[in-house]
């Protein structure tokens, strides 16, 4: 079945670290740009993080500094490395490419940020 498989969310205390993992069935990696998107409660979707095929990278302005996304093609792998986290970081958290995005989703990871 060719899906998206995220992993590696967990609930911290504020200043924690994460680290999300997002696989795919298919060698999809090294065709498409790839991103990291977030979807809180009552909250649309939106796009965190990003990176392209050449490795060129995006953040949202909020995570600018505190996470850093990366991706391994041939191990079928992009990687959110998540510093610093904030309450207003909690999310479930999925992956998809970009821009443009497959038509289907995984289940995401859910990252809870309290104290």
């Known amino acids: 079945q060719v899906q998206f498989v995220e992993s590696g969310g967990g609930s911290v205390q504020p200043g924690g670290s994460l680290r999300l993992s997002c696989v795919h069935s298919?060698?999809?990696?090294?065709?498409?740009?790839m991103g990291w998107y977030r979807q809180a409660p009552g909250k649309q979707r939106e796009l965190v993080a990003s990176?392209?095929?050449?490795?060129?990278?995006t953040y949202k302005d909020s995570v600018k500094g505190r996470f850093t996304i990366s991706r391994d093609n041939a191990e079928k792998t992009v990687y959110l490395q998540m510093n610093g986290l904030k309450p207003e970081d909690t999310a479930v958290y999925y992956c998809?490419?970009?821009?443009?995005?497959?038509?289907?989703w995984g289940q995401g990871t859910q990252v809870t940020v309290s104290s």
């Open positions: 998809n490419t970009h821009p443009g995005q497959l038509p289907y």
């Open positions: 990176i392209t095929k050449a490795g060129a990278t």
């Open positions: 298919r060698s999809i990696f090294s065709i498409f740009g």
